[in-house]
């Protein structure tokens, strides 16, 4: 009887932890594989939102990438982008209804965002030019408002204060550089391989392009207050030097004012007949009437001159206009692309073919074009380019006089060399935009654990 129930009792026993067993296994099991599925879902792609805060408008963008940092798809395209006008910088005076009007943006980027990716995808914002022209700290007040928006409404990640910045020039055009050359697929090429880039913003104008390590070795140091020539950077464990330059007061928009400024009181050669008012650039009131004889090439080239300061002293080897290093020139330079307000122009002026989203020009056919625009008045203007926008009509003589004189007289390019005008450029079988969001997403991207390192600068 008592041996009867001490086996029964071990048999229950024996099943027991027969059954705990099983219950162990199976749990840890189930547990691990959940574990793993989560760790390998978690690794393979990363998402990064990119804000560009712009003078005009604030801008969105959405990248996808896998881990050896190929875009893949999100939906239909392989960014997604949204913008909002007016920019940060016309809420001076309210920095949290700056920070607001992000909001709409911050909303549909996050959706795009699948919800467990969320937390570990990186959020940045690069305010340009418009935001650094305020007075006072109105823009670092701004600055505050959005990080704090963010911190309060967004599921994203910002790494740190630093993610939400002011992006200077020199920046702009190496991640610009970064992101057309990885378009192109250049990267993991040698440097004589890779293409230059000539942004022409509404503020300023970057020159950047790959150069030897002996003309690094060579570079000049910058003056006070501006950033090296050379940006070292890693991409795809190949070195790079690249030359970079951003000149204040020389984008398209800021020129205009530089250009107006050389004639003063005086009527100047850069403006159409049948236009006589003034010019507004960072509230300050320019003259901008015609001549009695209407505009001219020749003249406004030679005002465009000076206001370029082309025969400025140069203490270096070789230098563009201004007195600045020019980088030493090279094969990195052979083969550029002018983007922002050169493909604007060219396009609208029919330089460019207005339906391709990049185009190959000579740098002579907006010298050519200036040549016939300078013969227009106002009036004619409106029919033979239709395209131009209509408020920039008067300016079409000085915005196409200024960018063929500033690649050939102020950065000493080849007026017969072929250069590319870029909006957009084919990546797989899908249109990027050729802006410098792109470069900010890889290197943020780069920086995540289990990503190839592709982009870090040194
Ligand atoms: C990333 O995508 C590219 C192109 O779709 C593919 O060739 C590559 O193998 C992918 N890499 C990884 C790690 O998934
Ligand atoms: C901005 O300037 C005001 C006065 O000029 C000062 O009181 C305030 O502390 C400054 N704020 C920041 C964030 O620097
Ligand atoms: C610059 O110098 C050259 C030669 O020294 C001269 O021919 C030209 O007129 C000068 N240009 C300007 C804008 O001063
Ligand atoms: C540098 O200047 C020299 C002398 O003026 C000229 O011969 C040379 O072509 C220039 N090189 C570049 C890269 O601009
Ligand atoms: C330009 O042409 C449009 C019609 O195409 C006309 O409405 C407009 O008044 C013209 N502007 C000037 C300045 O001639």
Known sequence: MKMELTTQRMESRALLVLLVATCLVTCCCSQFLQDHHRKTVRSRTSYAVIFDAGSTGSRVHVFHFNQSLDLIPIGQDLEFLDKVKPGLSAYAKNPEKAAESLIPLL?????????????????????????????????????????????????????????????????????????????????????????????????SVQMAYAVSEENAKNAPNANDGEDPYITQMYLKDTKYYVYVHSYLGFGKEAARAEILKVTGDSASPCILAGFDGTYTYQDVEYKASAMAGGSSFS???????????????????????????NGGGGPGQKNLYLATSFYYVATETGIADINK?????????????????????????????????????QYLCLDLVYQNTLLVHGFGLDPWQEVTVVNELKYKEYLIEAAWPLGTAIEAVSALPKFDRLLYFV
Not at 120 to 135: D, E, F, I, S, Y
Not at 304 to 322: D, E, I, Q, S
Request: glycine residues 6%; contains cysteine; charged residues 25%.
């Open 107 to 203: 909303e549909e980027a996050e959706n795009v965002v699948p919800k467990r990716a969320r937390r570990r995808t990186p959020l940045k914002l690069g305010a340009t030019a418009g935001l650094r022209l305020l007075q006072g700290n109105a823009s670092e007040l701004i600055l505050q408002a959005v990080r704090d928006m963010f911190k309060e409404r967004s599921s994203l990640k910002l790494e740190s204060d630093e993610s939400v910045a002011m992006i200077d020039g020199t920046h702009e055009g190496s991640y610009l550089w970064v992101a057309i050359n990885y378009l192109l697929s250049n990267l993991k090429k040698e440097y004589y391989e890779t293409v230059g880039v000539v942004d022409l913003g509404g503020g």
């Open 299 to 325: 003249k406004c080239r030679n005002t465009v001159l000076k206001a370029l300061k082309v025969n400025a002293t140069c203490p270096h080897k070789n230098c563009t206009f201004g007195g600045i290093w």
């Open 357 to 393: 989203p990049s185009d190959k020009v000579r740098i002579v056919d907006f010298k050519i074009a200036a040549q016939l625009a300078c013969k227009t008045t106002l009036e004619e203007a409106n029919s033979t380019f239709p395209l131009y926008r209509k408020s920039n009509l």
